[in-house]
């Protein structure tokens, strides 16, 4: 009895995962449409945002290495 009801949760919270999973992953479409507007984009906006990525990857591996 309580097998069952284990699995069955079990079961229900694989499903909410891969949901999850699911909606978290970008479609191939919307990064094809979103390279090809990278290609209009002038230089400067180009370089500021590279600028801000880099921002952030400084801070996360700050991050990662005090834990």
């Given amino acids: 009895m309580f097998k069952a009801i284990i699995r069955s ?9 891969n949901r999850i ?7 191939t ?3 094809a449409v979103e ?4 290609l209009k984009r002038n230089r400067k906006d180009l370089i500021a945002e ?6 952030q990857l400084i801070v996360l591996n700050r ?3 005090r834990v």
Avoid: F, H
């Fill in 9 to 17: 949760i079990k079961r229900i919270v694989n499903n909410i995962k």
């Fill in 29 to 31: 479409i919307k990064l």
């Fill in 21 to 27: 999973k699911q909606w978290n992953r970008p479609t």
């Fill in 63 to 65: 991050q990662v290495k």
């Fill in 50 to 55: 590279n600028a801000l990525l880099r921002q």
């Fill in 35 to 38: 390279a090809l507007s990278d």
